[in-house]
């Protein structure tokens, strides 16, 4: 089991930037896939981003990609999830997720079982 820690959300304009952290808590959280879910007022949780770093690799949402990009910084146990060009609809909470790394770029929630607190994205237009 891991611990996650989101942050890094906020308000921005429509076409602006921000960049979310997800720290990592345990010895073994190298071994770990971590992904990004997002979850807009009254919708269902969705896949956003996922690397899977035994096999470097990752996989984006079709409506981010070319915008978001998924990253991890080993030394500090870290990932991130910097967001370009952002949109309204981008409008959500963000969620960190992780699970042992199998190589493959897992998208089901169901498939995740360590999930941070959420942090909140606002793109005003």
């Known amino acids: 089991q891991v611990q996650l820690v989101e942050s890094g959300g906020g308000s921005v304009q429509a076409g602006g930037s921000l960049r979310l952290s997800c720290a990592g808590s345990g010895r073994t959280f190298s071994n770990y896939a971590t992904a990004w879910f997002r979850q807009a007022l009254g919708k269902e949780r969705d896949f956003v981003a996922v690397?899977?770093?035994?096999?470097?690799?990752?996989r984006y949402a079709d409506s981010v990609k070319g915008r978001f990009t998924i990253s991890r910084d080993t030394a500090n146990d870290t990932v991130y999830l910097q967001m370009n060009s952002l949109k309204p609809e981008d409008t959500a909470i963000y969620y960190c997720?992780?699970?042992?790394?199998?190589?493959?770029?897992?998208?089901?929630?169901?498939?995740?079982?360590?999930w941070g607190q959420g942090t909140q994205v606002t793109v005003s237009s």
């Open positions: 997720a992780a699970r042992w790394d199998s190589g493959h770029t897992l998208t089901e929630r169901y498939e995740y079982s360590n």
């Open positions: 690397g899977s770093w035994s096999g470097g690799r990752t």
